[in-house]
């Protein structure tokens, strides 16, 4: 029960934090994507600041695409892992262990993507919707294979 009651509340708190994210305006959501941006190009991309200004607006536009994506995946697949721990606290079929958090997840994407149709600057955007339920079931999936490590342990500790 302790157990359920702690990852419940990680859900929770990661559901607040994606909402966070969510509630910030179009320049401050830019302006953190265009950091980590900067920083990557500074990184691993130093003879970009070399190209021609087209050339390196083009990638820095296309790096800033996957930056972007890339966050909303990772925050779903996150959750995707404590929606699915939460299940496996339950007594029920591992077809529910699976399909409920991989539902609730994308049930929470989508609200999350119409939550910030009412944000200054942020749309609701279906691929995005379709990123964030991919990261879903790629975490439902990690979760329950963490699950079956652990029982898999239990039983060869009896």
């Known amino acids: 029960m302790k157990k359920r009651v702690i990852l419940t509340a990680a859900a929770l708190l990661w559901m607040g934090l994606i909402f966070f994210f969510s509630s910030q305006n179009a320049e401050i959501s830019s302006e953190t994507s265009g950091g980590v941006v900067a920083f990557l190009e500074r990184i691993f991309f130093p003879r970009w600041a070399a190209l021609p200004e087209e050339e390196h607006l083009m990638q820095t536009f296309a790096l800033t695409l996957l930056v972007r994506k890339m966050a909303h995946f990772t925050e779903y697949v996150i959750l995707g892992i404590l929606l699915s721990e939460v299940a ?34 942020r749309a609701m955007e279906a691929f995005d919707m379709l990123v964030d339920s991919a990261g879903v079931f790629v975490g439902v999936m990690l979760g329950c294979g963490i699950g079956a490590m652990v029982l898999l342990g239990k039983m060869r500790n009896s």
């Open 88 to 121: 496996q606290t339950f007594e029920i079929q591992w077809k529910f262990r699976v399909l409920l958090p991989f539902l609730a997840g994308t049930l929470y994407a989508v609200s999350d993507e119409f939550h910030q149709s009412f944000v200054d600057g």
